[in-house]
């Protein structure tokens, strides 16, 4: 997983305190089924969706970007599956806050 940036915003809920509202629901889908490509993305982003084409392209691309998603190439697609499981990202993540924590408090 990738350390360059870390996002973390306490007011969020579930996976946004660590993500985006869109990226974390795009990961709550792909770990639910498993791998994704951007049109079922949007599918199953539903109605809640006003999101085009392209920029789900692009959410994805910058998770597998972050390292949170694998891609494998699938005729002119890309098909998007979770490089750790939910408890491993979450996990990671609350170990980093902690981290972070124990350190400023050591001071």
């Keep these: 997983m990738s350390h360059n940036s870390f996002y973390f915003d306490p007011e969020g809920n579930e996976l946004s305190v660590f993500m985006g509202k869109t990226e974390s629901r795009l990961m709550e889908i792909v770990w639910e089924k498993g791998e994704i490509t951007v049109k079922k993305a949007i599918y199953y982003l539903g109605e809640e969706n006003d ?13 597998a970007g972050k390292g949170i ?6 005729g002119r697609s890309f098909v998007y599956y979770p490089t750790f499981s939910r408890e491993q990202f979450l996990k990671q993540k609350i170990s980093v806050v902690k981290n972070c924590l124990k350190n400023n408090f050591a001071k």
Excluded: E, Q
């Design 69 to 74: 998603l694998s891609r494998k190439k699938l």
């Design 51 to 63: 999101r085009a084409y392209t920029t789900v392209m692009t959410i994805l691309g910058r998770l």
